[in-house]
């Protein structure tokens, strides 16, 4: 899909009729050529009426830093990975999306419904940038804001999280008959953990690669770079850099309660296994006491007891309470 926006007021239409923003005098003044999973003749007609070269996704995927930022006369090819979430999956992911910077426009090509864009739009409908580099200023402002308030969420999320681990497993694990659902608690807690690790994994992608492209347009800066829009290139930049720093302490955390919680699932299952050792240990003395009665010798005294039977039911019972009550006394139950 195509989006064309403009500072011009009236409404018009691109040669294969996609809604536009504004024509003036016939000529398009278009400033932001956005391609959302555009198709072929989208691309080539944004191609003819810019006279540059749109890159592919091939492209886009790049990792080298030297294919990701260059520059090809008087336009800046940009390119980073930016986080989305999927709509059939519900799960993160990462998409390339490239930008095209020249004086006049801004070109931006991906392949999925970014969040981001969609609030720059509304925003640029409302206060129209005039230029490409005010534009692509506006829409990294709006990227950027969006990686903050998602990684907001997650930190938000792993306080939860935190809260949910030693609030309410801590004093469950300490007991030794655990609650019915305590295991189906680690579980979902481990997936949570999860989720929001490898939310903040994407959003690193996304961090490095506008943490390159900043520094890159400040050192070459074009001349048609105004000293405005270079204070506010300095001024992304420190908010990424600020940005990164709060994705790395919520890596720790995130690591934190991954351990944290494995811990939990080690105690748990130390508890089984301790359950398991005192059933078998109360289990030993009676065992032995029965063997011993169990055996077919004549001269065994106790056979000839009048209350034999009950004797031997009573050291069965005794043999089996005193190990409890020693390791009660103990401190081991």
Same mark, same amino acid.
């Given at each position: 899909?195509?989006?064309?926006?403009?500072?011009?007021?009236?409404?018009?239409?691109?040669?294969?009729?996609?809604?536009?923003?504004?024509?003036?005098?016939?000529?398009?003044?278009?400033?932001?050529?956005?391609?959302?999973?555009?198709?072929?003749?989208?691309?080539?007609?944004?191609?003819?009426?810019?006279?540059?070269?749109?890159?592919?996704?091939?492209?886009?995927?790049?990792?080298?830093?030297?294919?990701?930022?260059?520059?090809?006369?008087?336009?800046?090819?940009?390119?980073?990975?930016?986080?989305?979430?999927?709509?059939?999956?519900?799960?993160?992911?990462?998409?390339?999306?490239?930008?095209?910077?020249?004086?006049?426009?801004?070109?931006?090509?991906?392949?999925?419904?970014? !969040?981001?864009?969609?609030?720059?739009?509304?925003?640029?409908?409302?206060?129209?940038?005039?230029?490409?580099?005010?534009?692509? *200023?506006?829409? !990294?402002?709006?990227?950027?804001?969006?990686?903050?308030?998602?990684?907001?969420?997650?930190?938000?999320?792993?306080?939860?999280?935190?809260?949910?681990?030693?609030?309410?497993?801590?004093?469950?694990?300490?007991?030794?008959?655990?609650?019915?659902?305590?295991?189906?608690?680690?579980?979902?807690?481990?997936?949570?953990?999860?989720?929001?690790?490898?939310?903040?994994?994407?959003?690193?992608?996304?961090?490095?690669?506008?943490?390159?492209?900043?520094?890159?347009?400040?050192?070459?800066?074009?001349?048609?770079?105004?000293?405005?829009?270079?204070?506010?290139?300095?001024?992304?930049?420190?908010?990424?850099?600020?940005?990164?720093?709060?994705?790395?302490?919520?890596?720790?955390?995130?690591?934190?309660?991954?351990?944290?919680?494995?811990?939990?699932?080690?105690?748990?299952?130390?508890?089984?296994?301790?359950?398991?050792?005192?059933?078998?240990?109360?289990?030993?003395?009676?065992? *032995?006491?029965?063997?011993?009665?169990?055996?077919?010798?004549?001269?065994?005294?106790?056979?000839?007891?009048?209350?034999?039977?009950?004797?031997?039911?009573?050291? *069965?019972?005794?043999?089996?309470?005193?190990?409890?009550?020693?390791?009660?006394?103990?401190?081991?139950?």
């Amino acid at each position: 899909m195509l989006t064309l926006h403009t500072g011009a007021a009236p409404a018009g239409s691109f040669p294969d009729g996609t809604a536009a923003e504004g024509r003036s005098s016939g000529r398009l003044s278009v400033v932001w050529f956005d391609l959302c999973d555009a198709t072929a003749q989208e691309i080539a007609e944004v191609a003819h009426a810019t006279g540059l070269h749109i890159p592919a996704r091939e492209e886009l995927s790049e990792i080298e830093t030297s294919s990701r930022l260059r520059v090809v006369g008087d336009a800046l090819y940009l390119s980073s990975p930016l986080v989305y979430r999927s709509d059939s999956a519900r799960i993160p992911a990462s998409t390339p999306v490239g930008f095209v910077l020249t004086r006049s426009f801004l070109v931006t090509v991906r392949y999925a419904k970014l !969040t981001a864009f969609t609030m720059f739009a509304e925003r640029m409908a409302a206060e129209p940038a005039n230029d490409g580099p005010s534009a692509f *200023l506006g829409l !990294t402002d709006a990227i950027i804001d969006r990686m903050a308030d998602v990684l907001e969420t997650v930190g938000t999320e792993l306080d939860l999280i935190s809260h949910r681990i030693f609030n309410d497993q801590t004093r469950a694990v300490s007991r030794l008959k655990r609650p019915v659902n305590e295991d189906a608690n680690l579980r979902v807690i481990l997936r949570r953990i999860g989720h929001a690790g490898e939310l903040t994994s994407k959003i690193r992608d996304g961090l490095l690669g506008m943490g390159r492209i900043l520094p890159y347009a400040m050192t070459t800066r074009p001349v048609w770079f105004s000293e405005e829009l270079g204070r506010r290139l300095e001024t992304q930049r420190q908010d990424m850099a600020s940005i990164t720093d709060y994705e790395g302490h919520l890596i720790n955390k995130v690591q934190f309660l991954l351990d944290a919680t494995m811990g939990l699932i080690g105690i748990a299952q130390s508890n089984v296994f301790k359950v398991l050792t005192v059933v078998s240990i109360i289990g030993i003395p009676p065992t *032995l006491i029965a063997g011993i009665y169990g055996m077919n010798f004549k001269n065994i005294p106790e056979y000839d007891w009048a209350f034999g039977y009950q004797y031997g039911i009573g050291m *069965l019972i005794l043999s089996a309470v005193v190990p409890w009550v020693w390791m009660k006394w103990r401190g081991w139950l």
